[in-house]
């Protein structure tokens, strides 16, 4: 016998910050170039990261080749070629987040 509820307090929505993304878009473009970088539809499923996104400004993405099965499908394979265009464009992600931070004056 199984039970199934819903909670009556839905996820809050991920709204990415537009400066924010705009940074982003434009690190991806320098790993892959125009294109690297795809924008995702909006969905009405949930994600925990919104509620991050109620603190503090931020961006939600999605890293993949578009080559695999879903992340959550149990046929979901890691495509090894995503791994290194992935690692440079996160730290250059966090070599800008932190160029800029340091030029703020505190």
Do not use: W
């Amino acid at each position: 016998e199984y039970e199934l509820s819903f909670s009556d307090d839905p996820l809050p929505p991920a709204v990415n910050d537009a400066h924010m993304y705009e940074a982003f878009v434009k690190s991806a473009e320098k790993v892959g170039g125009p294109g690297f970088c795809l924008p995702l539809e909006p969905s009405p499923g949930g994600e925990d990261f919104a509620y991050y996104q109620e603190s503090i400004k931020g961006v939600f993405l999605i890293v993949g080749t578009g080559k695999s099965a879903s992340l959550h499908s149990p046929s979901f394979r890691v495509d090894a070629r995503a791994l290194a265009p992935t690692a440079k464009y996160l730290s250059g992600l966090c070599q800008t987040a932190l160029e800029k931070l340091s030029s703020r004056s505190l």
